[in-house]
């Protein structure tokens, strides 16, 4: 059989209670099959940072990447917890493994199934899928501060583009439109960042050149933002800046029903490093431990990961999976498990 090595980091707070159930959908749809799925779990998150104080060693690092691919809950203690003052497990967790593994394409889908209530009243067709870059833009954290704690502060985020990082999210990103329904959006906020903004817009001008059948249009990023909430089926693949994409993907999922139900895909398109799955969502200290989380965005992020594995079949099963459990939702609460559960249910059917 076919052995893939998988990394699981359930991490804090929602995570490992959806990243159990997301386990249970993957057993069972390579259940008897002939691609196993060999396991490693990963202790990392501000829970173990409290308790040794590491967040993600070398070792860590090295194990991680020895892995094929990786599934990750979600990372982050409660905010304002004095004990994490001065940690920062977002940065030195999430964000240092997005980086290391070049994981330069964060993928998130956004669809509203057949059933799924949502907060529009008139919400139309809505599937498209936000292709936002990974390792780039304000996210690189090469910001400084001076005069800390004093009036005369000044705190500095430098957002980093450079020619290579943006042409490579936007090759993806055209690649994508041209397997789905050939419609391209740029989201920038080029009227503001201007050297940034000129950078992004002059390199989707020159690759919309190869894709001639890819109908190409740019919004500002507050426009954008009205877009998603009154007109979202006018998108098909939405290519955008690192924090654009962060905003713009917890509303995406807010407009298809809630953010427990939007999956995520870091992705190194090279493959030369695992890429790493994981829903949009964080650890959702509000919830943790109630069993009130949907566990469906991280059963969607296997259906992402399988896909990528090349496993169309496995992945198209969850998928249909998920859809019909939505469509059989009769607005009755259930749990984290109970929804697992009865997705896993329909792939042993
Ligand atoms: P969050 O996504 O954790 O929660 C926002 C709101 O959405 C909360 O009310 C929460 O209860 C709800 N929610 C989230 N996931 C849900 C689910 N599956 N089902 C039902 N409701 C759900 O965002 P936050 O509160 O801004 O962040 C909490 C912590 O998570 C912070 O430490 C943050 O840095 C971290 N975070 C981590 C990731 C990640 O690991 N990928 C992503 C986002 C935030
Ligand atoms: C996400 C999260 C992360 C991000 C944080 C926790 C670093 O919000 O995955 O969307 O901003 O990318
Ligand atoms: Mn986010």
């Known amino acids: 059989p076919?052995?893939?090595?998988?990394?699981?980091?359930?991490g804090d707070g929602i995570g490992p209670?959806?990243?159990?159930?997301a386990e249970k959908v993957l057993d069972a749809v390579t259940a008897g099959g002939d691609v196993v799925f060999e396991k490693t779990r990963f202790s990392l998150g501000a829970g173990r940072y409290l308790e040794t104080?590491?967040?993600?060693?070398?070792?860590?690092?090295?194990a991680i990447k020895a892995h094929d691919a990786i599934l990750l809950g979600a990372v982050g203690g409660t905010p304002g917890d004095p004990r994490l003052a001065g940690a920062n497990i977002e940065r030195g967790l999430l964000l240092k493994l997005r980086f290391a593994l070049d994981h330069y394409v964060?993928?998130?889908?956004?669809?509203?199934?057949?059933?799924?209530?949502?907060?529009?009243?008139?919400?139309?067709?809505?599937?498209?899928?936000?292709?936002?870059?990974?390792?780039?833009?304000?996210?690189?954290?090469?910001?400084?501060?001076?005069?800390?704690?004093?009036?005369?502060?000044?705190?500095?985020?430098?957002?980093?583009?450079t020619a290579f990082g943006v042409e490579r999210?936007?090759?993806?990103?055209?690649?994508?439109?041209?397997?789905?329904?050939?419609?391209?959006?740029?989201?920038?906020?080029t009227n503001v960042l201007v050297n940034a903004g000129r950078l992004w817009q002059r390199i989707v001008d020159e690759v919309a050149r190869e894709h001639p059948d890819v109908a190409v249009d740019y919004l500002h990023v507050d426009a954008a933002t009205i877009f998603l909430v009154t007109n979202p089926g006018r998108f098909d693949v939405i290519v955008t800046d690192n924090l654009f994409g962060d905003i713009l993907t917890d509303l995406a999922g807010a407009v298809t029903g809630g953010i427990g139900l939007a999956a995520s895909g870091n992705i190194n398109p090279d493959g030369d490093?695992?890429?790493?799955?994981?829903?949009?969502?964080?650890?959702?200290?509000?919830?943790?431990?109630?069993?009130?989380?949907?566990?469906?965005?991280?059963?969607?992020?296997?259906?992402?990961?399988?896909?990528?594995?090349?496993?169309?079949?496995?992945?198209?099963?969850?998928?249909?999976?998920?859809?019909?459990?939505?469509a059989a939702r009769t607005g009755e609460k259930r749990s984290t498990a109970e929804i697992g559960d009865a997705i896993a249910s329909r792939l042993k059917a």
């Open 2 to 10: 076919r052995v893939v090595k998988l990394a699981v980091i359930p």
């Open 17 to 21: 209670e959806v990243i159990a159930e």
């Open 53 to 62: 104080g590491d967040t993600l060693t070398d070792d860590d690092l090295d």
């Open 106 to 161: 964060n993928l998130r889908p956004s669809k509203l199934y057949p059933g799924q209530d949502g907060p529009l009243a008139e919400p139309g067709d809505i599937d498209f899928v936000v292709v936002r870059e990974g390792t780039e833009g304000p996210y690189v954290g090469n910001g400084g501060s001076i005069r800390q704690g004093t009036p005369h502060e000044v705190a500095n985020e430098t957002s980093v583009n």
């Open 169 to 189: 999210v936007v090759r993806y990103a055209f690649a994508l439109a041209e397997r789905r329904s050939r419609r391209l959006t740029l989201v920038h906020k």
């Open 273 to 326: 490093f695992p890429s790493m799955f994981e829903p949009v969502h964080g650890s959702a200290p509000d919830i943790a431990g109630t069993q009130q989380a949907d566990p469906t965005a991280a059963i969607g992020s296997i259906a992402l990961l399988l896909d990528h594995l090349g496993l169309q079949d496995a992945a198209d099963r969850v998928s249909r999976a998920i859809e019909d459990d939505i």
